[in-house]
């Protein structure tokens, strides 16, 4: 059989993230003393209590099919917090529980998008918006925001950008792989304009618990009047809680929008994990001391990223107030050679830090900016220092 594979796929790359992250891990594997600032996901163990509440699911035989957009439980710690962090009431009714962030936006995607339908990505932006919303026929309106501005797109931008077409914006404060947080005022300038010229308002919201004291991440939809029903929240338990591996994420949104989600899901992958929805109960509804001691040992790493790469001549960074990455700039050294090799990209300084110093980043081009790589801080520090001192030495190559 010749096997012919369907349009859909034949353009779609895997996750660049993924296939570096794991790339690194391999490299290791076979005994190369790789330092790795790929993951996105913390390095810590998830918290004891959480993994406690998932052996006690187990023992007490809730491991069969749940409700396909998750238990009541779940939903009522998900409304409990939102109700308390954001003064945001939220019914059962208007919350999908799905397979990680990821699917949510995936779901979402699906029930919203026709053929021909754009949505506004401002750049830098996470690697898989653009493709998923290729997959369902949409069209990724891309918007490149500078460093300058802090990464952060302006209302007017927003305006120019919006076309009879567009169905859809999204917001991802914080910003993977910027760490960029917008402010309430600069939230609120961009969903009054979503909700004016009728723009939905996908606010991607999964590092909202990882900020470091110097801003507060705010909800998309309490900003302004009219911002709740114009605005769908996704969320999920991988990046707070160090849970990347049980895929919980979820959604808060119109209920005619989070029904469509759901049928969606029901059709495709049913209800996400039991035994890890019973464990995410205990994430959201148990002691959040946990994230305050991550977030603690993230802002010491940060700082320590942050402070080591502007130290290197060529590589300059602003400091990302939420998330775990550095997006550092590395134009400057574009044009530079190490024998006879050239730097003129993102892709080819980081396979140059890799073949000459071990060190793994991931290339600003899956993000929308050549210009850029992206450092996870969720390693070690002292991965960290030995990681920086090794870019430093590889630079210190290029003439
Ligand atoms: N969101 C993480 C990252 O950006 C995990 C990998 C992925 O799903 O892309 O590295």
Not at 15 to 40: M, N, Q, Y
Not at 258 to 272: C, F, G, L
Not at 336 to 346: E, L
Request: net charge negative; aromatic share 8%.
């Amino acid at each position: 059989m010749r096997l012919k594979l369907s349009q859909r796929v034949l353009g779609l790359e895997a996750s660049p993230t993924l296939a570096i992250t794991s790339r690194a891990k391999e490299l290791k594997k076979k005994g190369h003393d790789i330092v790795s600032f790929t993951a996105g996901e913390p390095d810590f163990d998830t918290p004891s209590h959480i993994k406690e509440a998932a052996i006690r699911a187990i023992n007490e035989g809730h491991t069969k099919y749940t409700p396909v957009g998750g238990i009541d439980e779940l939903k009522e710690a998900i409304i409990e917090r939102y109700r308390k962090d954001h003064s945001l009431e939220y019914s059962k009714e208007e919350i999908l529980v799905s397979c990680g962030g990821k699917h949510s936006f995936y779901n979402l995607c699906q029930a919203l998008l026709d053929q021909g339908d754009e949505v506004i990505v401002p750049a830098p932006y996470w690697v898989s918006y653009p493709p998923m919303v290729r997959l369902a026929g949409g069209v990724p309106r891309i918007v490149s925001t500078d460093e300058k501005d802090g990464f952060k797109i302006s209302p007017e931008e927003l305006e120019n950008a919006i076309t009879e077409k567009t169905k859809a914006i999204v917001i991802n404060s914080p910003s993977n792989p910027t760490g960029a947080v917008y402010s309430h005022e600069e939230l609120k300038a961009l969903v009054e304009i979503a909700v004016e010229r009728g723009v939905l308002v996908i606010s991607d919201e999964i590092y909202d618990k990882l900020v470091y004291g110097e801003v507060e991440s705010v909800c998309a939809a309490g900003v302004c009047e009219g911002a709740r029903e114009n605005t769908i929240v996704l969320n999920g338990v991988s990046k707070s809680y160090s849970m990347t591996g049980w895929r919980i994420g979820y959604a808060l949104g119109p209920k005619e929008l989070i029904d469509a989600m759901m049928r969606i899901q029901s059709q495709s992958t049913s209800n996400p994990t039991s035994i890890s929805q019973w464990a995410s109960v205990a994430a959201i509804s148990g002691s959040q001391q946990c994230v305050e001691e991550m977030k603690r040992e993230f802002k010491k790493r940060r700082d320590i990223m942050v402070d080591g790469l502007n130290s290197i001549e060529g590589i300059s960074c602003i400091r990302p107030h939420g998330a775990f990455y550095v997006f550092a700039n590395v134009s400057a050294l574009f044009g530079r050679r190490y024998n006879d090799r050239v730097i003129n990209s993102s892709v080819e300084f980081a396979s140059f830090l890799l073949d000459t110093v071990e060190v793994c980043v991931v290339p600003g081009a899956g993000f929308g900016d050549d210009r850029f790589v992206r450092l996870s801080f969720a390693c070690s520090e002292e991965d960290i220092k030995k990681g920086v001192e090794r870019i430093r030495e590889a630079v210190g190559l290029l003439r």
